[in-house]
């Protein structure tokens, strides 16, 4: 990645990830293929418990889709440094829906005991995954009306055991 941020931002956004292979094709072809071939079983195997590089199933990534990852994970990077003063690395993953990605960010953010906090006017499907999959995980939701923004603070700075703020843009019908 970081040979990568030594380009300019625009070549980034053109080119950004892109791998080239056999077929030296001069822009990554959209791969709609769901399964690939393998050599061996073993190598199948291998694959599938990440010890070789490769693909085994469209849902878990294709060529098109890593270099979409890629390209959005080097823009948004792109001039960031952390605090050693090094280019900032950041991984991106693409979701086949916005409930894949809103659960993915939820999940791998929070565990059993701890907190999130949260506006009473979410996406339905949103509202489900936090009224009735999280607390059967042990994770508390706190709702807060977050039109008064002093009351949110003061309930956060409360609470140690809230460890994620959740916000979403206002849905119908209360925008």
Same mark, same amino acid.
């Given at each position: 990645m970081n040979?990568?941020?030594?380009?300019?931002?625009?070549?980034?956004?053109?080119?950004?990830?892109?791998q080239q292979e056999n077929n030296r094709a001069h822009l990554t072809p959209i791969y709609a293929s769901s399964t690939y071939t393998f050599d061996s079983a073993e190598q199948a195997v291998n694959i599938f418990q990440g010890k070789e590089e490769g693909y085994v199933y469209g849902r878990f990534g294709n060529p098109t889709i890593r270099e979409a990852e890629e390209k959005i994970?080097?823009?948004?990077?792109y001039g960031l440094q952390d605090s050693n003063? $090094?280019?900032?690395?950041?991984?991106?993953?693409? #979701?086949?829906?916005?409930? /894949? /990605?809103?659960?993915?960010?939820?999940?791998?953010?929070?565990?059993?005991?701890?907190?999130?906090i949260t #506006?009473?006017?979410?996406?339905?499907?949103t509202q489900e995954l936090i009224d009735k999959v999280l607390p059967d995980m042990g994770i508390e939701v706190?709702?807060? $009306?977050?039109?008064?923004? $002093?009351?949110?603070?003061? /309930?956060?700075?409360?609470d140690s055991a809230i460890n994620l703020m959740y916000i979403e843009t206002p849905a119908n019908p209360t925008l």
């Open positions: 040979n990568q941020q030594k380009k300019g931002f625009e070549t980034i956004c053109i080119h950004g990830g892109h994970a080097l823009m948004e990077a003063g $090094d280019n900032l690395e950041l991984k991106a993953i693409l #979701h086949s829906s916005g409930m /894949a /990605a809103i659960t993915t960010m939820l999940l791998s953010n929070l565990k059993a005991g701890e907190k999130i #506006h009473y006017s979410l996406y339905g499907g706190i709702i807060a $009306d977050f039109n008064n923004l $002093d009351k949110v603070e003061a /309930a956060i700075q409360a």
